[in-house]
């Protein structure tokens, strides 16, 4: 019995020793809590996860073009005939020209045969009276004489005239128009271009008579064929289009009241290299240290860059490629962390 409450004795002298210690311990191990909480609460990095930083806003693109030079002329050439008509290619021509060529005739539309690598863009006509054609090519570094045919046993005069641009797009005139109508007074079509400096022509035709070159446009050709029942009379004129927009309608006239008409062709500058113009609206986050810019195509990334200002608003980007849809993404950054992203897309066509 002794025996037991010596060791019931001894239990209770080790368990009291515990207590005592983890009295003294315990001070300790509170501090040490209290000190690495007050820590983390003034950490600003976990401040920043609270406040969470903000993205910028209304993030648009838009696009500038580098200039390229203003689109010019060289000689014309031209030609008549009945069922065939040949002309030169205007002097100078060579790789990188535009060529243009009008051929004209009385009566209805005809199956027409053009030279190789020349491509209808037009066919105009007035009732059964006259008709139109308008052709292009890209020129090569030595082209030949031109020879446009129309079926055997066709009448009346058939007309050419053939005219070079020289720093014009290789690539087909899409916008053009064209009008028909009989009387004294032709009036131009009115087509709308997204191009800017375009080189127009305005193609006037008229059967038994001469229209005039119309008021603010510079003569490019004039002359009727020869033929007393069944001539054609032919004028070109050209006007620079500072675009974007709906070209001015022009009028012509003539001493003669018979059918015309009167088609439009707008060429295109070679294009010009495009960058962006990036604008957004700052992100509230005035604790960020900028941004961050990515550019993409088709989903991945081709570029990235920094604007190191959290209050700059607008940057630009480039070179760019005309014809691809790129995806600007930018979004506010302040060491390693990032807002989330404004996106915004653009296809430059300069």
Known sequence: M?????????????????AALALVLAPTALDGTRAAFSATTSNAGDEMATAQLQPPSTLSATQSCASTPTITRRPFRGGAGTTTVTAAIPTGTTTGDVMLAQIAYPGGPETITAPSGW?????TS?????????????????EPSVTFSRPAGST???ALGVVTYVGARLSVPTVHGSGAGTGTTATT?????????????????????LLSVPADTAQVYSGSTSSTTAAVGLVAAAETFPGPGALPTRTATSTTSDAWVAQTV????????PTAGLAWTASPSSWGSGYQLARQVGGSTQSTGTVADPATTSTTDGPLVNGT?????????RGSWRSTAVTASLTPDC
């Open 2 to 18: 002794r025996a037991q409450r010596g060791s019931r004795r001894g239990l209770r002298a080790v368990a009291a020793a515990l």
């Open 266 to 273: 707008v060429l295109r500058r070679v294009a010009g290299t």
């Open 119 to 123: 491509t209808l863009l037009l066919t």
């Open 156 to 158: 009346g005069d058939f």
């Open 325 to 333: 849809t790129y995806t600007f993404r930018l979004a506010a950054y």
């Open 126 to 142: 007035s009732g059964t009276r006259l008709t139109s054609a308008i052709y292009w090519k890209a020129a090569t570094a030595a």
């Open 189 to 209: 079509p009115s087509p709308s271009t997204t191009g800017t400096t375009t080189e127009v022509t305005h193609f006037l035709t008229q059967r038994q008579g």
